[in-house]
């Protein structure tokens, strides 16, 4: 009985992760779209399948930031990094990481990136971790070095798109 109690709700919470796919639009800081995120609930956080076109060349931080604007030219009006903990920079920095800390991911030469990020830190659920509560998400001009506070010396924000539930 025990272990048809505890399958019962294995299947239900990864059904309900399942559930839970949030595609968003990312533009540049001339408003152009160059390409979508799609968050998807897992057990270890939220993975986020990028798709992009028109970023470029090289390794870029991403990273979920605190307030759900993505206003261009420089997309400051998103704040800094999602962090409810308040801790410091970077999955090196032994005072870290944000919860919107993740991996860089790389733009090829053709300007063009089809990969996933894991952020660990943050989940589509309702709570403090959760990123439907009013975030969003900001590419960076270069990679971020993983440890130095606030934001990792990852540069100019060159890409954002506000993180919201489907409607």
């Given amino acids: 009985m025990t272990k048809l109690i505890l399958a019962s709700l294995l299947f239900a919470s990864v059904a309900h992760a399942d559930d839970k796919k949030i595609t968003i639009d990312l533009n540049d800081a001339a408003g152009k779209k160059v390409g979508t995120a799609e968050l998807s609930a897992v057990p270890k956080g939220v993975t986020i399948a990028l798709d992009i076109t028109g970023l470029p060349p090289g390794d870029h931080a991403?990273?979920?930031?605190?307030?759900?604007?993505?206003?261009?030219?420089?997309?400051?009006?998103?704040?800094?990094?999602?962090?409810?903990?308040?801790?410091?920079?970077?999955?090196?920095?032994?005072?870290?990481?944000?919860?919107?800390?993740?991996?860089?991911?790389?733009?090829?030469?053709?300007?063009?990136?089809?990969?996933?990020?894991?952020?660990?830190?943050?989940?589509?659920?309702?709570?403090?971790?959760?990123?439907?509560?009013?975030?969003a998400l900001v590419i960076h001009a270069k990679a971020d070095d993983m440890k130095t506070d606030p934001a990792g010396a990852a540069g100019d924000r060159i890409a954002c798109g506000v993180i919201a539930a489907k409607k």
């Fill in 62 to 135: 991403i990273h979920v930031h605190e307030t759900a604007k993505c206003d261009a030219p420089d997309f400051k009006s998103a704040g800094g990094h999602f962090n409810p903990e308040h801790k410091q920079h970077g999955t090196g920095n032994k005072q870290g990481p944000h919860a919107g800390d993740m991996p860089n991911f790389n733009v090829g030469k053709d300007g063009k990136a089809k990969t996933s990020v894991i952020a660990p830190g943050v989940t589509l659920d309702a709570g403090p971790h959760g990123v439907l509560n009013g975030t």
